[in-house]
């Protein structure tokens, strides 16, 4: 782990804007994270609600060491150790040749332990591990292939042990009882970033299947059904959306509500010059209430359950083509967009335990950097934490976003970003003191 680099904002930051985190006011140049690790200090008078944060380059190289996905602690119960792949590449996407080592974390010194390896994986999502809710210190949930398909399967971290289950995870429920499940081959298909290379689509030439979407499979067992399939959905669509007749259609993105009632997903589908499209949907875990919360043609592309109705997403509202973050309530269309003047674009954004933070990041294309920021949607104060430059990382199917991710108790965010002193792609915590 590396040694913490002392740094304050720029003196004469006028205060509203500092409250805002405005980036032109030489914010972000003061909070860059341009060596191993940065420590904001702010007296309790000049930052009002904010907290103070000491952001710190966690693992090292020479090899990598990431999580993936957002919206997903990747501590334990106790916070004791954080879980993460590490790999000997991070310049192509993995074949099922080429594992990645699964390891715990020691938040204190950054020490990589290996306790088991996995062969589904990429560089955007990993291998969509969480902790075992039933087991929250001893197991992992996690991808991983079988006799050549992608399949879920537990791991003990202490034995290495494995039980495997028939389908592979996109989500699993914070009871610990159900996983929502997606046919990976489709997706490696239609969007290979989120993919596992090799994995074969069964309906290759049907654009809207019936047999397959969204399942849901019982950890204990292994039974699964489908809830919601493709077919449904593009029936759904196609009065309004008759262009949808000649594309194929997939599902990505499915995330569980706080009291595991409800869970959302993404129907998506390439347009004609290749740009991606998405509607959002809600539904009960039984398939039942299908709801359309946000059209289709909007963009929708990143999320988060802010408790059992509420919905924070970005998508194109109002005015313009930049993607905004709204903040509305499952079923109904009160759509409010939240963090502007702070937060301008589109990110992926997560509610810390609290409900009132955020954590999300946000592009800047012309510095090849992304930017960690954390806003409170009560006070509707916010700041970047800090800037991290991505060099050829930045876009494409093996691109560096920060995924930002709150630990169990609120007052720390972990995310992936290259460390400046050899550019390879590592954990990184901010730590933040609310007192």
């Known amino acids: 782990?590396?040694?913490?680099?002392?740094?304050?904002?720029?003196?004469?930051?006028?205060?509203?804007?500092?409250?805002?985190?405005?980036?032109?006011?030489?914010?972000?140049?003061?909070?860059?994270?341009?060596?191993?690790?940065?420590?904001?200090?702010?007296?309790?008078?000049?930052?009002?609600?904010?907290?103070?944060?000491?952001?710190?380059?966690?693992?090292?190289?020479?090899?990598?060491?990431?999580?993936?996905?957002?919206?997903i602690p990747p501590w334990n119960k106790s916070g004791k150790r954080l879980i993460c792949l590490e790999s000997e590449f991070q310049d192509h996407l993995p074949s099922a040749d080429e594992p990645a080592s699964v390891g715990l974390v020691d938040p204190r010194t950054g020490a990589f332990t290996k306790v088991g390896e996995t062969r589904a994986w990429n560089l955007q999502q990993g291998a969509m591990m969480c902790w075992n809710p039933l087991n929250p210190e001893t197991?992992?949930?996690?991808?991983?292939?079988?006799?050549?398909?992608?399949?879920?399967?537990?791991?003990?971290?202490?034995?290495?042990?494995?039980?495997?289950?028939?389908?592979?995870?996109?989500?699993?429920?914070?009871?610990?009882?159900?996983?929502?499940?997606?046919?990976?081959?489709?997706?490696t298909r239609l969007r290979p970033v989120v993919g596992y290379v090799g994995v074969k689509d069964p309906n290759p030439n049907i654009a809207h299947p019936a047999n397959d979407g969204v399942f849901l499979m019982d950890l204990a067992t292994g039974k699964y059904r489908l809830v919601v399939s493709i077919q449904e959905i593009y029936e759904r669509l196609v009065p309004k959306h008759p262009e949808l007749k000649e594309r194929h259609m997939w599902f990505n993105h499915t995330v569980f509500n706080k009291d595991d009632t409800r869970f959302f997903f993404l129907a998506r589908s390439w347009t004609d010059d290749r740009q991606l499209e998405s509607a959002m949907f809600t539904v009960n875990i039984d398939?039942?209430?299908?709801?359309?919360?946000?059209?289709?043609?909007?963009?929708?592309?990143?999320?988060?359950?802010?408790?059992?109705?509420?919905?924070?997403?970005t998508f194109r509202?109002?005015?313009?083509?930049?993607?905004?973050?709204?903040?509305?309530?499952?079923g109904l269309k009160d759509y409010r967009?939240?963090?502007?003047?702070?937060?301008?674009?589109?990110?992926?954004?997560?509610?810390?335990?609290?409900?009132?933070?955020?954590?999300?990041?946000?592009g800047n294309s012309a510095?090849?950097?992304?930017?960690?920021?954390?806003?409170?949607?009560?006070?509707?104060?916010?700041?970047?934490?800090?800037?991290?430059?991505?060099?050829?990382?930045?876009?494409?199917?093996?691109?560096?976003?920060?995924?930002?991710?709150?630990?169990?108790t609120g007052d720390a965010i972990c995310f992936d970003a290259l460390d400046a002193r050899d550019w390879t792609r590592q954990l990184h915590v901010a730590s933040l003191d609310f007192s």
């Open 1 to 71: 782990m590396r040694e913490d680099l002392e740094t304050t904002p720029a003196a004469g930051v006028n205060r509203r804007r500092f409250l805002l985190g405005a980036v032109g006011m030489g914010i972000g140049s003061a909070l860059s994270c341009r060596a191993e690790t940065i420590s904001q200090s702010v007296s309790s008078a000049r930052r009002g609600k904010l907290p103070s944060c000491r952001i710190t380059t966690l693992t090292s190289g020479p090899k990598h060491h990431f999580f993936g996905y957002y919206g």
């Open 139 to 187: 197991e992992v949930i996690l991808n991983d292939r079988r006799d050549g398909e992608v399949v879920a399967a537990i791991l003990n971290v202490q034995t290495g042990s494995k039980r495997y289950l028939p389908r592979a995870n996109n989500a699993v429920s914070h009871n610990g009882r159900y996983a929502l499940c997606l046919t990976y081959g489709r997706l």
């Open 287 to 313: 398939g039942s209430d299908l709801r359309e919360v946000i059209p289709y043609g909007s963009g929708v592309s990143h999320f988060e359950w802010r408790n059992a109705r509420e919905i924070l997403a």
């Open 367 to 408: 510095k090849r950097e992304k930017l960690l920021v954390i806003y409170n949607v009560q006070t509707r104060v916010g700041t970047v934490l800090g800037s991290f430059p991505l060099r050829d990382y930045y876009t494409g199917d093996v691109r560096c976003d920060l995924h930002p991710r709150w630990n169990r």
């Open 337 to 362: 967009v939240i963090g502007t003047p702070l937060i301008t674009s589109d990110g992926h954004c997560s509610f810390a335990p609290d409900e009132k933070w955020i954590a999300t990041d946000q």
């Open 317 to 330: 509202f109002g005015e313009g083509k930049e993607k905004k973050h709204v903040l509305f309530t499952d």
